[in-house]
């Protein structure tokens, strides 16, 4: 069974930085693109970042410049540094890995969600 455990939520102020992690562990036999997303109180859960197996990065418009998302394979770990924190980046924070595949099959994997505050 795959789990991924997420790590580095908290309280900071706004214009402070805080440092997601998210590593899979399980029995995986490869996986794809790895990404983090948000929601919000009262808002539908949205993309925040995403890199591929080859290290392309999409990132939403709202965070482009101040987030940055990396992988390391090895350690089956995503990683999302994020800076210049604002208020409105005030959400629950999911990770997600694409296609992962194990000897019972393929699937798509959520994290439990990790809690990032901001305040003003």
């Known amino acids: 069974q795959v789990q991924l455990v997420e790590s580095g939520g908290g309280l900071v102020q706004a214009g402070g930085s805080l440092r997601l992690s998210c590593e899979a562990t399980g029995t995986i036999f490869s996986f794809d693109t790895m990404g983090w997303y948000r929601q919000a109180p009262g808002k539908q859960r949205e993309l925040v970042a995403t890199?591929?197996?080859?290290?392309?990065?999409n990132y939403a418009g709202s965070v482009k410049g101040r987030f940055t998302i990396s992988r390391d394979n090895a350690k089956s770990t995503v990683y999302l540094q994020m800076n210049s924190l604002k208020p409105e980046d005030t959400a629950v924070y999911y990770c997600?890995?694409?296609?992962?595949?194990?000897?019972?099959?393929?699937?798509?994997?959520w994290g439990q969600g990790t809690q990032v505050t901001v305040s003003s």
């Open positions: 997600n890995v694409r296609n992962v595949r194990t000897k019972v099959g393929r699937y798509d994997a």
């Open positions: 890199i591929t197996n080859g290290g392309s990065t």
